[in-house]
């Protein structure tokens, strides 16, 4: 089993940044793959980007190419999503998972977290 937490949601004003944290912990090294996505109210869970553990493959969203990267802490078994230029759009709860494969689908991935809402004003 593997237990992801979130963190570092919060409120930002348009253009501003936020870095994200997901903490892996159980059998963080059974990881293949790590994603983020997102679920604004009324909305189906969106892919945001995901990469391999080992960062070798990272696949983004369109909408988040040159905004939002993922970096990771392997001494930590932590990823981060750095997201700047946020935009009112990106106000959403924002989701880490886990899985044995990059890929844009959340069915794919076995384990997710509880979730960070990030809010954007205008």
């Known amino acids: 089993q593997v237990q992801l937490v979130e963190s570092g949601g919060g409120l930002v004003q348009a253009g501003g940044s936020l870095r994200l944290s997901c903490a892996a912990s159980?059998?963080?090294?059974?990881?293949?793959?790590m994603g983020w996505f997102r679920q604004a109210p009324g909305k189906e869970r969106e892919f945001v980007l995901a990469a391999r553990w080992s960062g070798s493959i990272t696949d983004y969203a369109d909408s988040m190419k040159g905004r939002f990267t993922i970096s990771r802490d392997n001494a930590k078994n932590t990823v981060y999503l750095q997201m700047n230029s946020l935009k009112p759009e990106d106000t959403a709860v924002y989701y880490c998972?886990?899985?044995?494969?990059?890929?844009?689908?959340?069915?794919?991935?076995?384990?997710w977290g509880q979730g960070t809402q990030v809010t954007v004003s205008s």
């Open positions: 998972a886990a899985g044995g494969k990059v890929s844009l689908y959340a069915s794919e991935y076995d384990y």
């Open positions: 159980g059998r963080p090294f059974s990881i293949y793959a």
